[in-house]
């Protein structure tokens, strides 16, 4: 099928411009749409999530008007945020909330817009990332495996989805410290959700559970699985989003359709 030729620049990606009696040449809408659309493709953001927007991330929440009133003011907040990218104070994102709440679905929405404005992204989640980077260290692995690291570290715009849902070991700890720490010394772009606690998000990290005739609990923490270091490095480069606790966002994403 033959495509359209854009009627601004017939076609060769640049309009002439004629300003205080100077021609110039400025690019046109229509190759930035292409190269945004190319970014897009090679980004990897999963299929279940490729059509993720601001446009429709469900905020009813049946029969509670204050979670709905908390969702529309988050998605507001990750709209501005991807709006008005890139930040140089705080240049990431950190998604915080319990399973089901809707946290990938704002994450990857920034990150389209932000890839919409030309900067090129790139979404992990966060054990595929880590078991591509050690079977890097595998002889037999192939090219595209050693260099999983070098993107995660490299990468324009950082997309790490369900940060910490790994046991803890010392090489993980180490790993994911040496990949923020990069990022927050270099002013790297970091987008990540996570479905563990932080205090200092307003979580309750001691609670009584009510599987066990209201024993005391403790949680385990984001700064458990990644590290103290690693997590303070997150907090200082990141706006810190707490979703509101809600009914499953894919529940309520179906019921809303």
């Not at 100077?22 to 292409?34: F, N, P």
């Amino acid at each position: 099928m033959a495509q359209d030729i854009c009627p601004l620049c017939n076609g060769i990606g640049f309009k002439i411009l004629l300003r205080d009696g100077i021609s110039g040449a400025e690019r046109c809408e229509c190759a930035l749409e292409s190269r945004a659309a190319r970014l897009e493709e090679q980004a990897g953001i999963p299929l279940l999530y490729q059509k993720a927007s601001f446009d429709n991330f469900s905020t009813t929440s049946k029969d509670n008007e204050m979670a709905r009133r908390e969702l529309s003011e988050i998605r507001m907040m990750v709209m501005t945020y991807a709006n008005k990218f890139p930040s140089e104070s705080q240049p990431g994102l950190l998604l915080i909330g319990e399973p089901g709440t809707g946290k990938t679905h704002l994450a990857v929405a920034a990150l389209r817009r932000i890839i919409d404005k030309g900067f090129p992204g790139l979404f992990f989640d966060y054990q595929n990332l880590l078991d591509r980077i050690r079977s890097g260290y595998n002889a037999a692995s192939g090219a595209s495996d050693r260099e999983a690291y070098r993107f995660a570290m490299d990468a324009e715009v950082l997309l790490l989805d369900d940060l910490g849902a790994h046991r803890v070991t010392e090489w993980v700890e180490d790993t994911i410290t040496s990949i923020i720490t990069y990022r927050c010394n270099n002013k790297k772009p970091l987008i990540a959700t996570t479905n563990l606690p932080d205090a200092d998000a307003g979580d309750a990290i001691v609670r009584r559970s009510p599987d066990t005739a209201g024993q005391i609990e403790y949680r385990t923490t984001l700064a458990d699985r990644i590290g103290g270091r690693a997590r303070s490095r997150l907090f200082e480069m990141c706006r810190v989003v707490k979703m509101p606790l809600v009914e499953d966002y894919r529940l309520r994403k179906s019921a809303a359709m």
